[in-house]
Structures are given as structure tokens and as C-alpha cells.
């Protein structure tokens, strides 16, 4: 009774390993609601809610015909779930237990399990709200919302890297955090109010000036946006972005989160919790 079962091969660790993450990621998920559709509803509502204002805000404006030559409801999704699912992967990674969490006293339990499992409670919702929109506007308002999609394999594509790069990025906080909590937590809420215009959502990257493309273009999530945008649209060709560079910038952060992640790892202290 009292004995640890320990894997005794490779595919025994493996498979241990994917059922903790699949398990914390369920338990991620439902961290919001003890119902678990209800803490998905609540979710896919917020999405729901923030592509509803910035239609609205753009409709009023009388700007919603300037952004590009197609759906205006692509154009917007384009953008808002690409911002919304890179900076929730920041905030995931940057919330997930550290080593001196309680869930780390748990011997199968580690950090890497809670990193990987923030990041896919976080993409698992956001594409859920994704298509669940898309559905409810293809049956209420455009049934051939799908076919105006030029590329969507790609469009998916854009969106992964998005989240990728956001997990890169949250990996760099978390690994500064235990250190510099106060600080972190300050550049990181920067970070995620910049992207509200850093992005590029709300506007099309081949209208900017050049002398303004360089205020825009250190930004993983304006090249993302601006590529999605590319795969989506027929008649738009991107020329101020590629997604190469967010590739490498993001393979960059991780590696160097990952180093800080098990410095501090090695660190690790009871009384970092109290400093939070």
C-alpha cells in the first residue's frame, strides 16, 4: 500500500506524463467555475463579449468598411483571437505553480506539468470560442463565412504560433518572477495593455507609414495578425511582416526562459510565496 509506482520505461513515462497534464489542464480549466461548462460558458462569453464591443465600436466609428475588401466579422476575428490567445498563454505561464507551490510537494507533480498544462486549458478555450463563433455567425448571418476563408489550415497556423510565441514570452516572466515579483508583474500587465494597440488588430499593417512600421514591427503579435490576415483575405498580400521572425524570436525566448526557469528552479524557497 505504502510502495511508489514509478514508470519502467520510456513510453510508461511518457504516458504518466501526458495523463498529469491532461488532468491539470482539466483542473486549469475549470479553475474559474466548479461546474466545468459552466467555467467553458463563462469563457467563450468573454470572447464572445469582446468581439461584440470592438464590432460595435468600429460600426459606430464608421470605420468598419476600411479595413479590407471582405467580412469585416474575418477581419475582426483575426485579430481580437489572436491578441486574446497570445496574451492569455502570457498570463498562463506566468500564473503557473513554481516550486515552491503546495502541488509541488506531490512527487509526480513538477513545473513543467503546470506550464504546459496553463497553455493548453488556454488554447483549448480560445478555439472552442473560436469556432463556436464562427458557427453562430455562419448559421445567423453568413453562410459562406468558411469559403471566404482563403487558407485556413494557415490561419489555424498563425494562431499556434500566436500562442506559442505568448508561452515564449510568459516563460521569460516566470522565470524573473520569483526574483523581481513586483517588477514582473508591472512589465507583464504593460506588455499585455500594449498589445491592445501594439497588435495591429484594430488596423490593417500595409496602411501604416513606413516611419510608423518600426514602432509596430518588434511585436510578435503584429506579424501573426497581419500574416493571419494574409492567409485569410483574397486580396491582401502582407508586406510589413513575416512569421519567420516570430518563429526565431520565440524559439529564443523559450531557451532562455527555460534557463532562467531552472536556475531558479534550483533556488527555489518557501518564503518566495510570501512575497507575492
Known amino acids: 500500500m505504502f510502495q511508489k ?49 470592438f ?32 496574451n492569455k498563454a502570457v498570463g498562463a505561464v506566468l500564473g503557473s505553480e513554481g516550486p515552491s507551490s503546495p502541488m509541488m510537494q506531490h512527487a509526480p507533480m513538477n513545473t513543467f506539468i503546470s506550464i504546459v498544462s496553463g497553455m493548453l486549458s488556454t488554447l483549448y478555450i480560445q478555439v472552442l470560442a473560436m469556432f463556436f463563433i464562427l458557427f453562430v455567425y455562419d448559421v445567423a448571418m453568413n453562410p459562406y463565412v468558411l469559403q471566404e476563408i482563403v487558407d485556413p489550415p494557415k490561419v489555424m497556423g498563425m494562431l499556434l504560433l500566436s500562442w506559442f510565441s505568448g508561452g515564449a514570452v510568459g516563460m521569460v516572466f516566470l522565470a524573473m518572477k520569483p526574483w523581481f515579483p513586483g517588477f514582473t508583474s508591472t512589465v507583464s500587465t504593460l506588455y499585455k495593455r500594449a498589445n491592445m494597440i501594439a497588435s495591429g488588430k484594430m488596423f490593417v499593417a500595409n496602411s501604416l507609414p513606413s516611419f510608423m512600421v518600426s514602432l509596430f514591427d518588434w511585436n ?5 495578425i497581419d ?50
Open 220 to 224: 510578435p503579435l503584429f506579424h501573426t
Open 5 to 53: 509506482s514509478a514508470p519502467t520505461n520510456r513510453m510508461d513515462s511518457a504516458v504518466n506524463i501526458a495523463e498529469l497534464i491532461f488532468h491539470n489542464t482539466v483542473r486549469a480549466i475549470r479553475k474559474t467555475h466548479g461546474n466545468a461548462f459552466m467555467s467553458i460558458a463563462m469563457s467563450v462569453f468573454q470572447s464572445l463579449m469582446f468581439v461584440l464591443f
Open 55 to 86: 464590432f460595435v465600436m468600429f460600426t459606430i466609428m464608421g470605420v468598419k468598411g476600411l479595413a479590407l475588401r471582405g467580412d469585416f466579422v474575418i477581419f475582426l476575428l483575426t485579430g481580437i483571437f489572436l491578441f486574446m490567445t497570445h
Open 227 to 276: 500574416q493571419a490576415r494574409g492567409f485569410a483575405f483574397v486580396n491582401y498580400v502582407p508586406r510589413n511582416s513575416n512569421w519567420e521572425y516570430v518563429m526565431y524570436l520565440s524559439l529564443t525566448l523559450l531557451m532562455i526562459g527555460l534557463m532562467g526557469e531552472f536556475y531558479t528552479r534550483k533556488h527555489a524557497s518557501a518564503s518566495w510565496s510570501a512575497r507575492r
